[in-house]
């Protein structure tokens, strides 16, 4: 990845970094017929690599044309509830777990839409939706208005769980560098993980996307973890940092490996027994 990439500013979802390794992972879990129709929607300047689009909606959600998709990147759920329901929480639509929805039914039909703006929409919601605190409270706007310490710097606890927790991973663990770190949930996907990922792959028959889910499972963990000894002027240090890290770890991967699912489901179908 070029070091413009990790200079563009992200101030919601995931940083540059998370998305880049959510979609750096799906692709290496596309079938080959995934991997063919998703290279013919890419934008030219991608070069066939999803992961350089993938916060394409961060870059462009506070242009005033691109203003009414603010509201795709995440869903809030009333203060102090830990869980989500659609019907509740996801305004006309206007959600991440509707964006999904909607972007991907764009993609199965595929007429009259721009496809490489739906691409790029679900690829990123895709990560947004595993970051709990993207489906954190209204009151506290996910933890945005939660000002706090990260070590010594100042920031908010939704910048936290965007940017800080994989920053200093990275520092720590991986050699100042992402694709040492990508390397290495890789490697969690092929070995510790391996008995998960069917489970995290599995949507209900005939269904291409199921984001609900998801999007529960962040607000449970937004509730056991985010929000947790996180109280407005709080210094997390080590162990906050310590106990959080394989929950980012695992989101990240989770993402990845659904967005490689949800696309193979879109664009490698499996014949259906009646049809064989
Ligand atoms: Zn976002």
Request: aromatic share 12%; net charge negative; proline share 5%.
């Amino acid at each position: 990845m070029g070091l413009s990439l990790r200079t563009w500013v992200a101030t919601l979802g995931w940083g540059v970094d998370g998305h880049y390794a959510v979609c750096k992972i799906a692709q290496s879990y596309f079938e080959e017929k995934t991997l063919v129709a998703v290279k013919k929607i890419l934008p030219a300047y991608a070069n066939g690599e999803l992961a350089a689009v993938c916060s394409w909606p961060d870059e462009i959600k506070r242009r005033p044309e691109w203003s009414w998709t603010y509201a795709l990147h995440f869903v809030n759920t009333p203060d102090n509830e830990c869980n989500y329901e659609y019907s509740r929480d996801c305004h006309n639509d206007k959600c991440v777990t509707g964006a999904i929805f909607n972007y991907t039914s764009q993609l199965m039909f595929q007429f009259h839409y721009n496809l490489t703006e739906a691409l790029m929409f679900v690829s990123h919601f895709m990560g947004d939706i595993h970051q709990p605190l993207h489906e954190g409270f209204v009151g506290d706007q996910g933890g945005n208005k939660i000002k706090l310490n990260w070590y010594e710097q100042e920031t908010n606890l939704h910048r936290v769980w965007d940017n800080k927790i994989i920053e200093s991973a990275q520092e720590k663990y991986y050699n100042s560098s992402l694709s040492v770190m990508i390397h290495s949930l890789q490697h969690k996907l092929k070995y510790a993980w391996s008995n998960d990922v069917p489970s995290w792959e599995s949507c209900p028959p005939h269904e291409s996307a199921c984001p609900n889910p998801y999007a529960s499972e962040s607000i449970d963990l937004a509730c056991k973890y985010a929000y947790k000894d996180a109280a407005p002027g709080t210094t997390l240090g080590d162990d906050y940092f310590l106990s959080r890290l394989p929950i980012v770890e695992k989101r990240i991967a989770q993402g990845g490996i659904r967005l490689a699912a949800t696309l193979n489901r879109i664009f490698s179908p499996k014949p259906s027994l009646a049809a064989a």
